[in-house]
Structure formats: C-alpha cells, structure tokens
C-alpha cells in the first residue's frame, strides 16, 4: 500500500514543466558564462606537441562506454537472465548515439526490444529503465570521496541502500511512474506487482554490475581530465584532481536524471560552471567543457557507425 501511495504522488508531479525549465536554465547558465568570458576562450593549442592528450581522451571515453555496457549485460543477468547472446554489448554500443535524439528514450526502446526477444517483456524493461539509477549510484559514490571536503558528501552514497534485492523494487516502482509516457510508448500494461515471478535476482547486491558502472564514470572523467590538462598544461593540476572529480561526478549525475537535455547537454556543462564557481579560471573550463563534449559524442558517434549504417541499408 506505501508503494501504491508514493507512486499515485509521483504521478501528481508534473516532473516534464521542471525538467524542461531545468534543462533551459543551465543551458542559458552555460551561455552566459561563455559569452561573458568569450575575450579570453582560446581553443587554439599544440595539436603537434599535446594532440596525443586528445586522442587519450577519446581512447577513454570509448572504454568508459564498453564498461557501460558491459554493466548493462551484468544487470541484466542479476535480474535473472544469464543466457545472454554475446552481442549484447555490441548493440549497446552501437544505439548509445539514440541518446542524442530528442525525446530521450529512443535507445531505451531499441535496447527493450532487443531484449524482450532473448528474455521476457518484464525482464527487458525493467533491466532497462533501472540502468540509469547503477549509474547514479555510482557516480554519487565516486562523489562521496568529497567527505574530505565536507562531511555532507556523504549522504551521496544513500542511493546505494536501494540497490540491493529487498529494496530495488521500489525504485522500480518510482522509475516507473517518472517514465509514464515511455510506458505507453512502449504498450505495457503489466504491473511490476504481476511481474516480480519473472524477474528472479540471483544475489543481495549486484557487485559486480555495480563496479563496472563505477569504471565506466571514472574513465568517464580520465577522458575529461585529459581535456582540462591539454588546456592547463602550463599549470601543476595534480592538486585539482580530486575536487574536480567530484564536481564532475555531481554534474554528471544531475545531467543523466534530466532527459530533457539530450546525453545530458547543456546541463553537464551548466551545473559544471555552478559548481566550480571562482575556484579554477572560467575560461579554462569552458574550452575544457567543450573539447570534452565534443570528443566525448564523437566516441559514442564512432561505436554506432554498425547502427546508422544499418538503418538506411534496411530500406533498401
């Protein structure tokens, strides 16, 4: 009945106007912090002497997104399903460009239907929309090492109590009810009570899904701070490296939870500025941002080329 209650108040919520008005506020944040120090971003830098920084970058932003998936397989097979095709990352892969389509299910649906045809419709969809909640956790727990900083950083590992087989239905449950329309979308009527005998978790907490979501943020953020050094490079940033993790697991986490933002644009960058505020030069940031983003989506352009290419081939 407490379920019952707490999903019926999170359907009252009209999470969409927020959400929108969220993603616009950061995108007009990180607007105006570029436009107010446009004098001083220089994107121009040694390409013949530090280009190799770039190319790590992106070596790691591909690697955070084969860790990724190989989460994703591990979830899947903690709800119960362990004979799993060995294409499974691949595909994942290879649809993780959808993120970047307005709308912000695009690669939920495909993925869905790919496993609804291995597995069962139950299996596929929450194993799916539970995904995003592995990698909040994990980012959160990475952020945590902010206790240094301040003893509030750790109330960021609270999400971890949910994950585990006594707790994570109700998570469910409350995703559930915030993915109403990609529910309809996807034609499910079923519900999770109806479902809990086709979904049989094998073990109390999923360690091993779990630690690989947290290699996929860290590579994440190796692939940024490679970025921040190529525009730092002067500097010693061995002493940032800590605070800017944690800046950079916060923004990306709170990127991930607003769908509204395609792959978290706008407010990645957004929250970033908020969070650093005067600490590192703003200038230096920003270009960092901005190299960081558009390696990090030509990483994920790259592993999906199979996808976009089979598209159009279909219709011939």
């Given at each position: 009945?407490?379920?019952?209650?707490?999903?019926?108040v999170?359907?009252?919520?009209?999470?969409?106007?927020?959400?929108?008005?969220?993603?616009?506020?950061?995108?007009?944040?990180?607007c105006?912090?570029?436009?107010?120090?446009?004098?001083?971003?220089?994107?121009?830098?040694?390409?013949?002497?530090?280009?190799?920084?770039?190319?790590?970058?992106?070596?790691?932003?591909?690697?955070?997104?084969?860790?990724?998936?190989?989460?994703?397989?591990?979830?899947?097979?903690?709800?119960?399903?362990?004979?799993l095709?060995?294409?499974?990352?691949?595909?994942?892969?290879?649809?993780?460009?959808?993120?970047?389509?307005?709308?912000?299910?695009?690669?939920?649906?495909?993925?869905?239907?790919?496993?609804?045809?291995?597995?069962?419709?139950?299996?596929?969809?929450?194993?799916?929309?539970?995904?995003?909640?592995?990698?909040?956790?994990a980012?959160?727990?990475?952020?945590?090492i902010?206790?240094?900083?301040?003893?509030?950083?750790?109330?960021?590992?609270?999400?971890?109590?949910?994950?585990?087989?006594?707790?994570?239905?109700?998570v469910?449950?409350?995703?559930?009810?915030?993915?109403?329309?990609?529910?309809?979308?996807?034609?499910?009527?079923?519900?999770?009570?109806?479902?809990?005998?086709?979904?049989?978790i094998?073990?109390?907490?999923?360690?091993?899904?779990?630690?690989?979501?947290?290699?996929?943020?860290?590579?994440?953020?190796?692939?940024?701070?490679?970025?921040?050094?190529?525009?730092?490079?002067?500097?010693?940033?061995?002493?940032?490296?800590?605070?800017?993790?944690?800046?950079?697991?916060?923004?990306?986490?709170?990127?991930?939870?607003?769908?509204?933002?395609?792959?978290?644009?706008?407010?990645?960058?957004?929250?970033?500025?908020?969070?650093?505020?005067?600490?590192?030069?703003?200038?230096?940031?920003?270009?960092?941002?901005i190299?960081?983003r558009?390696?990090s989506t030509?990483?994920?352009?790259?592993?999906?080329?199979?996808?976009?290419?089979?598209?159009?081939?279909?219709?011939?």
């Amino acid at each position: 009945m407490r379920i019952i209650f707490f999903s019926k108040v999170f359907n009252n919520i009209n999470f969409g106007v927020f959400k929108k008005t969220f993603f616009l506020a950061s995108l007009s944040y990180f607007c105006f912090y570029f436009f107010k120090n446009y004098d001083q971003v220089f994107f121009k830098v040694d390409f013949a002497q530090n280009g190799y920084l770039l190319f790590l970058s992106f070596l790691f932003c591909i690697l955070s997104n084969f860790f990724n998936a190989l989460a994703w397989k591990n979830i899947v097979i903690w709800f119960g399903q362990n004979n799993l095709k060995s294409n499974v990352i691949s595909f994942y892969l290879i649809t993780n460009i959808l993120k970047y389509v307005p709308g912000g299910f695009w690669h939920f649906f495909e993925r869905f239907n790919f496993l609804k045809k291995i597995s069962n419709p139950e299996l596929a969809f929450y194993s799916t929309l539970i995904e995003p909640f592995f990698m909040l956790c994990a980012s959160f727990f990475l952020a945590s090492i902010g206790i240094f900083f301040s003893p509030f950083y750790i109330f960021l590992i609270c999400p971890l109590i949910f994950l585990n087989r006594k707790l994570i239905y109700s998570v469910l449950i409350s995703l559930e009810s915030l993915k109403s329309k990609t529910i309809s979308a996807l034609k499910i009527t079923k519900s999770l009570y109806k479902s809990k005998n086709r979904i049989q978790i094998i073990s109390f907490f999923p360690t091993k899904a779990f630690l690989i979501e947290v290699l996929f943020v860290l590579t994440k953020f190796i692939g940024f701070f490679y970025c921040y050094y190529l525009i730092n490079i002067s500097k010693n940033v061995s002493n940032d490296i800590f605070y800017l993790l944690v800046i950079f697991c916060l923004s990306w986490a709170i990127g991930l939870i607003t769908p509204t933002a395609p792959g978290g644009v706008g407010v990645f960058e957004g929250c970033f500025l908020f969070f650093v505020g005067d600490k590192f030069p703003q200038n230096i940031i920003l270009v960092s941002l901005i190299y960081f983003r558009i390696i990090s989506t030509c990483s994920d352009l790259f592993l999906s080329i199979p996808f976009l290419l089979k598209k159009p081939l279909d219709r011939i």
